[in-house]
Every structure is written in C-alpha cells, then in structure tokens.
Nanobody
Framework: QVQLVESGGGLVQAGGSLRLSCVASGRTFSNYAMGWFRRAPGKEREFVAAISRGGANTNYADSVKGRFTISRDNTKNTGFLEMDSLKPEDTAAYYC???????????????WGQGTQVTVSS
C-alpha cells in the first residue's frame, strides 16, 4: 500500500500560480512513476502530467504544456505540480497517483490520493 496526501490547492486569480504537493508513505515512493490527474465538475477525470521514477522523463497534457511543471524529490517521498499562468478552465480537483509506468491512462495507476481543490477565478 502507498498512502498519498495532496496539499497546496486553493483559490487563485487567473494568471496566478500554485504549487501542489503529494506526500507518499508506505512503500518506497521511488519505485513508482507518479501522475497528476484532475476532475472538473461535470467532467471526466483527465490526465495532467506524469513523471518517471527517477524524474528523468515527464509527460504533459497539451492543455497544460508550458504552464505546468511536474517534479519529485524521492529523498522526501514527495511529488510536486507547479502550476503557472492558471486559467479558469484549470479549476478542478487535482489528484496524485502512483503506478508502474509513466502513463496518461488513469487505470494504469495503482494508488491515489484524496485530492486537493484548485479554483481559478477570472
């Protein structure tokens, strides 16, 4: 089992920034790739970004490419999602997850956090 706890969400104006954190406990965090997904009201969960076990490889959804940065610190069992130039359409609950591979597909991630809400006002 891996327990994941997200933090850092909140209310921000369009154009602003937020940094989400995901702290892992349980099994070794560095054994897993990490992904961030989001779900907006009335919409399906969608992929945001993913990073490989060591951090060398990353992947981003087109909608966030160039604005969001995923990273991780395996010494602290923590992953991050730096979000800049936020837009109202980024409003969603954001979830971190871990799995065996860097994937855009949510079913390939094994463990999930409870989520943190991000609201971007116009």
């Amino acid at each position: 089992q891996v327990q994941l706890v997200e933090s850092g969400g909140g209310l921000v104006q369009a154009g602003g920034s937020l940094r989400l954190s995901c702290v892992a406990s349980g099994r070794t965090f560095s054994n897993y790739a990490m992904g961030w997904f989001r779900r907006a009201p009335g919409k399906e969960r969608e992929f945001v970004a993913a990073i490989s076990r060591g951090g060398a490889n990353t992947n981003y959804a087109d909608s966030v490419k160039g604005r969001f940065t995923i990273s991780r610190d395996n010494t602290k069992n923590t992953g991050f999602l730096e979000m800049d130039s936020l837009k109202p359409e980024d409003t969603a609950a954001y979830y971190c997850s871990v799995g065996w591979t860097v994937s855009t597909r949510s079913h390939e991630y094994r463990f999930w956090g409870q989520g943190t809400q991000v609201t971007v006002s116009s």
